[in-house]
């Protein structure tokens, strides 16, 4: 697995040389009800302040190996180490956000993001996290509907506001699972935006799973592209386009060079 | 060649409307018209049967009757006279017997909804029971608590507390895959998540429930007083209908029917209130389904 340019190239953008912040060895993961190898030794290291794109067919075991990053379930084999510490279950500086923004109608915007604090301090420690609450408000575009429920919320400010919700414990690492893909075409081009800007002024270490070629590249510093049955990863591509992305991007050839290798591998493998 | 132009159908002009929605005649009057339409039709062929003497007058009373009667009844319940003595004894069934069937099926709904034990080994016997007539019970209370209001209660509460249960657990279903995965990633235990969770969101399932308990107390205090006497309001319906007063017996109904719709109300009030998030269907509104 090399991490290429499209030159051909070793690239090194700033953020591949950081300090190792997720670190993944070997990890398998074999579902012995159905006898399903949905994972094949995945070897993964994110890099402080980078954002890396997972990309693969429908049942390639991307939300598996999300799912075991993020704690929610144990590898057949394999490890996985967070910040030096292996993760052996739900932790608070893993940030989740998933497709659906799953904000509860009896909160208010306010009372939903503080929602992971409440659960693991308590209602005083949540309440004393308002005042920052209301600065990622403000982060996201959403100042002045702290107070509203979210049934008056559209779906592309309920995502915002689960941005929020995810940002609330200072996570080390945040895990996207297709976060935008409910949303309309132009919304969800916005909102990458927003999430890029979002990253690269907290200097996040950012995983995404996606369905979206051009969403992919256009946000990350590596895509990883995994083949199905057993996933694992057919090749790690280098996004060399320089920060901050803009969609005018899109239309550079480089850009379109890079899209059409990703599909040229998916395309492969969808017809095997 | 001009008389041909004018004999061509007139040019349509823009501002005319050639096509528009129709909007059928029930829906252009305002619904209590049509309302009040539907009962004067009712009342009328029910004095027509009565005039024709389709039935007997013993079996059938004239709507006149009935409402004469009714004037009767109700002054007799705001003097406060041996009616409505007998209205708050069926009121304090009907209240007890809805508050024993709300604790005991809320906590055996819990316990159906979120354990294992509960799912596989209580809930076949649930089953098992609903599907029994609730009614026959009904000489077993009477003989284990006497002909007081205890028996009574006993009833109402036995066949309102199913409604209860299914609501609950099926409200404790009602959380999506996306929410619990949510909260297992913010560590949520399980009291976490069944309390800020699993309760909320089941919640407009609990309170349809707590309707369909609210109308079945009712008829579970009623019957009751049919089969183990007491001094209720079901005692004074029997007792007419004993003496083939039907006008009464019509009358009584009504009132009764009064108690029935007020705690149904009131629980409708309580879900507008603590359910205020979640719009209701027409259906589940109107009919407490």
């Known amino acids: ?272 | 060649m001009t008389q041909a132009q004018s004999t061509a159908a007139a040019p349509l002009m823009p501002e005319q409307t050639v096509w528009s929605e129709h909007v059928s005649w029930i829906d252009r009057v305002p619904r209590w018209v049509s309302m009040v339409a539907l009962m004067v039709g009712f009342l009328a062929v029910w004095q027509l049967v009565y005039l024709i003497e389709l039935v007997s007058p013993i079996i059938l009373p004239s709507p006149l009757e009935t409402i004469e009667d009714l004037f009767v009844v109700g002054r007799n319940l705001l003097t406060g006279d041996y009616m409505l003595k007998a209205l708050w004894v069926t009121t304090q069934e009907v209240l007890l017997g809805f508050i024993i069937a709300v604790v005991f099926g809320f906590a055996l709904g819990v316990l159906v909804g979120e354990t294992s034990f509960g799912e596989r080994a209580v809930m076949p016997y649930l089953v098992a029971i609903n599907t029994m007539p609730k009614v026959a019970f009904a000489p077993l209370f009477v003989s284990w608590l006497g002909f007081g209001i205890a028996s009574k209660v006993a009833l109402a509460a036995f066949i309102a507390f199913f409604p209860v249960i299914v609501g609950t657990a099926a409200g404790l279903h009602a959380a999506d895959q996306n929410a619990r995965m949510l909260f297992k990633t913010m560590g949520a235990s399980r009291w976490q998540t069944l309390v800020q969770l699993k309760l909320p969101i089941g919640m407009p399932h609990f309170f349809a429930g707590l309707k369909n308990a609210a109308v079945l107390t009712v008829v579970g205090a009623v019957v009751g007083e049919f089969l183990g006497g007491g001094k209720g309001f079901g005692e004074l319906i029997r007792v007419a209908a004993a003496q083939l007063d039907t006008p009464r017996v019509f009358s009584l109904i009504i009132y009764l029917s009064l108690l029935g719709l007020a705690t149904f109300w009131v629980v409708a009030w309580a879900q507008r209130r603590f359910v205020f998030w979640h719009k209701e269907t027409v259906t589940e509104e109107t009919l407490g389904q």
Not at chain 1, 132 to 144: E, I, M, S, T
């Open chain 1, 1 to 272: 697995m090399a991490v290429l340019s499209m030159s051909g190239q070793p690239v090194a953008p700033v953020g591949l040389m950081g300090r190792p912040v997720y670190e993944l060895r070997g990890v398998s993961k074999t579902f012995a009800k159905r006898n399903v190898q949905a994972l094949d030794k995945v070897d993964l290291t994110l890099r402080e302040g980078t954002f890396s794109a997972i990309i693969g067919p429908s049942g390639c075991g991307k939300s598996t190996l999300l799912k075991i990053m993020a704690g929610l379930q144990p590898p057949s084999s394999g490890s996985v180490i967070l910040e030096g510490k292996p993760v052996m279950g739900p932790r608070r500086d893993i940030g989740m956000m998933f497709q659906q923004a799953t904000l509860f109608p009896w909160r208010t915007t306010l009372e939903n993001i503080v929602l992971p604090i409440e659960i693991r301090d308590g209602k005083a420690a949540a309440r004393a996290k308002y005042d920052q609450a209301r600065q990622l408000l403000d982060l996201v575009g959403l100042n002045g509907f702290e107070s509203v429920y979210p049934s008056e919320l559209s779906g592309g400010m309920a995502q915002r506001a689960a941005i929020c919700r995810m940002l609330i414990t200072e996570p080390a690492v945040l895990l996207l699972d297709e976060p935008f893909s409910a949303l309309d075409e132009l919304s969800r081009d916005f909102m990458n935006m927003e999430l890029q800007r979002i990253c690269l002024e907290r200097n996040a270490t950012t995983f995404l799973v996606t369905h979206s070629i051009p969403e992919a590249v256009i946000l990350s510093d590596v895509v990883y592209v995994m083949s199905p049955r057993p996933g694992r990863f057919v090749e790690a591509i280098t996004v060399d386009l320089p920060r901050p992305r803009t969609l005018d991007m899109m239309t550079d050839p480089r850009f379109g060079a890079l899209v059409h290798r990703i599909r040229s591998h998916l395309d492969k493998g969808a017809f095997q």
